[in-house]
């Protein structure tokens, strides 16, 4: 009985509207700082690329020093190697870059030798049972064509003298663009070759060199 009186109580119980219901309610707000790089759709146009700007820079840093840095592989992009490909594409063009018939072609030649190459490349290494993604391989192979990109203009400097000495230029050119390949061969296997198997690391160097090499043989071939 005294449990039935005290249910009829509580249930007659009412709140008045203009009466403020007291008590504390607290909402877990993240610290200033806490995920800050979560989301940048409210961060600036210009502080985003400016941040990728510097990642791409350092990791041209990292094809001119190389060394077993993880770096390269985990924030991995493909913003360098595109700007390398296209420089290497417009470099080449040479004098066929006024011929519609000839400089439309000759570019797409070198943009299309060059992804294949690394695409190729990048398959063979997983078939190999290498443990990096692809998109990964692809950034570290595209990246390190930084080298003979460098060679690829040192040689259009050095056209500048061909009337006067052209076998002491040529000779530069060569020696330049020999330089640069095993740079670039030198620095894609340091970055790769932890991810291959140890008896296999040979027969994944060995494209990674043939498609270095095709790049060294079509600066070679097409800078005269």
């Given at each position: 009985m005294?449990a039935?009186e005290?249910?009829?109580?509580f249930?007659?119980?009412?709140?008045?509207?203009?009466v403020?219901?007291e008590?504390?309610?607290?909402?877990s707000v993240?610290?200033a700082?806490?995920?800050?790089d979560m989301s940048t759709?409210?961060?600036?146009?210009k502080?985003?690329?400016?941040?990728?700007l510097k990642a791409v820079?350092?990791?041209?840093?990292?094809?001119l020093?190389?060394?077993n840095?993880?770096?390269?592989?985990r924030d991995w992009?493909?913003?360098g190697?595109?700007i390398?490909?296209?420089f290497?594409?417009?470099?080449l063009q040479?004098?066929?870059?006024?011929?519609a018939?000839h400089?439309i072609?000759?570019?797409a030649?070198?943009?299309?030798t060059v992804w294949f190459?690394?695409?190729?490349v990048?398959?063979?290494?997983?078939?190999?049972?290498?443990?990096i993604?692809f998109f990964?391989s692809?950034?570290v192979?595209?990246?390190?064509v930084m080298?003979?990109s460098v060679a690829?203009?040192l040689?259009?400097v050095?056209l500048l003298?061909?009337?006067?000495l052209?076998?002491a230029?040529?000779i530069?050119?060569?020696?330049?663009?020999?330089?640069?390949f095993a740079?670039?061969?030198f620095?894609?296997t340091?970055?790769?070759?932890?991810?291959?198997?140890?008896n296999?690391k040979a027969?994944?160097?060995?494209?990674?060199?043939?498609?270095y090499?095709?790049i060294s043989?079509?600066?070679?071939?097409n800078?005269t």
């Open positions: 005294a039935n005290f249910s009829a109580e249930t007659d119980v009412s709140v008045h509207e203009n403020p219901v008590g504390n309610i607290r909402i993240p610290l700082g806490e995920d800050e759709l409210d961060e600036p146009v502080e985003t690329f400016m941040r990728d820079g350092k990791k041209f840093v990292h094809v020093y190389p060394k840095n993880d770096e390269l592989l992009d493909l913003w190697p595109l390398l490909c296209v290497l594409a417009m470099m040479g004098k066929n870059a006024d011929s018939s400089g072609p000759q570019f030649e070198v943009f299309v190459g690394a695409i190729v990048t398959f063979n290494s997983h078939l190999l049972g290498g443990t993604s990964q692809l950034c192979l595209g990246y390190c080298p003979l690829l203009l040689c259009h050095t003298g061909k009337g006067s052209p076998l230029m040529f530069v050119r060569f020696i330049c663009v020999a330089l640069a740079w670039a061969t620095a894609s340091t970055f790769l070759g932890s991810s291959q198997p140890p296999r027969l994944a160097v060995y494209p990674i060199f043939l498609f090499f095709v043989w079509m600066i070679i071939t800078v």
